[in-house]
């Protein structure tokens, strides 16, 4: 396998949700969002440790919010799109993180011979992809590898429908998350009502409650978070993107191998793979099912049969 060449984002700018969650100077919101995944009620915010990937960004990744609390090592994620490769993203974060953890720490031993313990691992992505329906899935990261390779490592990742009006019971316990999934809904609302960027930002911090937590935070860096918010939309803009290009390429492929085998013949694998790319965006939650089938000319049924996705 060729290896590609290594990408250092040193221009990263960070997200909103690292903004809210992420700041010492807002730990309490991280550690309200920790109590409301867990249901648990620590009240010293000073016992969490962040432990975020500042310094260092491999491959053009770098995490949105880790903690240490207690005994446990808390990694969180937001995403705006349904990837499957959470687990993935989850293991190169958290190795760098233990490694660092193992390296600093004056009680770690890895020569020891009593084992040495670490603190528990906890995985979980904050998803708000539009077209994303389930409340709660589990990803594993065994499923990345082949099979005999299965029992030999494993991640769980679960992602968390944040979407406003999904997943109540975290909302509510957590105020600063449940006015954030407000506010992106609220942007996202007036983006397709044709404002831009700024006009959406404007228009959904003045929905808010005066009562919002977050909304004083807001309000004082709105230069920031339009910029913010400019950098995830730029990346929803850009998986629009690729899915165009993969329906013109399925198109295109077909006509060429068209010319190649015969017109019915090049059509049908030209539609082949223009399903093919069509089933991909409705399992990463850009399309819903009745979207892409409507796009592929077929009905819901007929384009699960087709593609082999469930209703």
């Given at each position: 396998?060729?290896?590609?060449?290594?990408?250092?984002?040193r221009?990263?700018?960070?997200r909103?949700?690292k903004f809210?969650?992420?700041?010492?100077?807002?730990?309490s919101?991280?550690?309200?969002?920790?109590?409301?995944m867990?249901?648990?009620?620590?009240?010293?915010?000073?016992?969490?440790?962040f432990?975020?990937?500042?310094?260092?960004?491999?491959?053009g990744?770098?995490?949105?919010?880790?903690?240490?609390?207690?005994?446990?090592?808390?990694?969180?994620?937001?995403?705006?799109t349904?990837n499957?490769?959470?687990?993935a993203?989850?293991?190169?974060y958290?190795?760098?993180?233990?490694?660092?953890?193992?390296?600093?720490s004056p009680?770690?031993d890895?020569y020891?011979?009593d084992?040495?313990?670490?603190?528990?691992?906890?995985?979980?992505?904050l998803?708000?992809?539009?077209?994303?329906?389930?409340?709660?899935?589990t990803?594993?990261?065994?499923?990345?590898?082949?099979k005999?390779?299965?029992?030999?490592?494993?991640?769980?990742?679960?992602v968390?429908n944040i979407?406003?009006g999904?997943?109540?019971?975290?909302?509510?316990?957590?105020?600063?998350?449940?006015?954030?999934?407000?506010?992106?809904?609220?942007?996202?609302?007036?983006?397709?009502?044709?404002m831009t960027?700024?006009?959406?930002?404007?228009?959904?911090?003045?929905?808010?409650?005066?009562?919002?937590?977050?909304?004083?935070?807001?309000?004082?860096?709105?230069?920031?978070?339009?910029r913010?918010?400019?950098?995830?939309?730029?990346?929803?803009k850009?998986l629009?993107?690729?899915?165009?290009?993969?329906?013109s390429d399925?198109?295109?492929?077909?006509?060429?191998?068209g010319?190649?085998?015969?017109?019915?013949?090049?059509?049908?694998?030209?539609?082949?793979?223009?399903?093919?790319?069509l089933?991909?965006?409705?399992?990463?939650?850009?399309?819903?099912?009745?979207q892409?089938?409507?796009?592929?000319?077929?009905?819901?049924?007929?384009f699960?049969?087709?593609t082999?996705?469930?209703?």
């Amino acid at each position: 396998m060729a290896r590609k060449k290594s990408n250092v984002n040193r221009e990263y700018k960070d997200r909103l949700f690292k903004f809210l969650f992420g700041s010492p100077s807002r730990r309490s919101w991280a550690l309200d969002l920790y109590n409301a995944m867990n249901g648990s009620h620590y009240a010293d915010e000073n016992a969490l440790v962040f432990t975020t990937i500042e310094d260092v960004v491999y491959m053009g990744m770098k995490n949105d919010v880790s903690f240490l609390i207690d005994s446990t090592m808390c990694f969180l994620e937001q995403q705006s799109t349904y990837n499957r490769n959470m687990p993935a993203r989850f293991f190169a974060y958290s190795g760098m993180i233990y490694a660092k953890l193992m390296n600093e720490s004056p009680d770690f031993d890895p020569y020891a011979l009593d084992l040495q313990r670490l603190p528990d691992p906890m995985f979980v992505c904050l998803c708000n992809a539009p077209n994303w329906r389930e409340e709660r899935k589990t990803l594993r990261l065994s499923d990345a590898f082949g099979k005999n390779s299965r029992k030999r490592l494993e991640l769980l990742v679960d992602v968390v429908n944040i979407n406003y009006g999904r997943n109540k019971e975290l909302l509510e316990a957590c105020p600063p998350l449940k006015d954030y999934s407000f506010f992106v809904s609220r942007v996202r609302y007036y983006l397709k009502r044709g404002m831009t960027l700024e006009q959406a930002v404007d228009a959904s911090l003045n929905d808010m409650s005066n009562d919002a937590v977050i909304k004083p935070a807001l309000l004082a860096n709105q230069a920031e978070v339009k910029r913010m918010c400019l950098l995830e939309y730029d990346e929803e803009k850009t998986l629009r993107g690729r899915y165009e290009k993969g329906k013109s390429d399925g198109i295109k492929k077909g006509i060429k191998i068209g010319e190649a085998k015969g017109r019915e013949e090049g059509r049908e694998e030209g539609l082949e793979k223009g399903l093919s790319w069509l089933a991909n965006f409705v399992k990463s939650g850009v399309l819903t099912i009745g979207q892409a089938s409507s796009q592929a000319g077929m009905t819901e049924s007929e384009f699960a049969a087709k593609t082999g996705l469930k209703l």
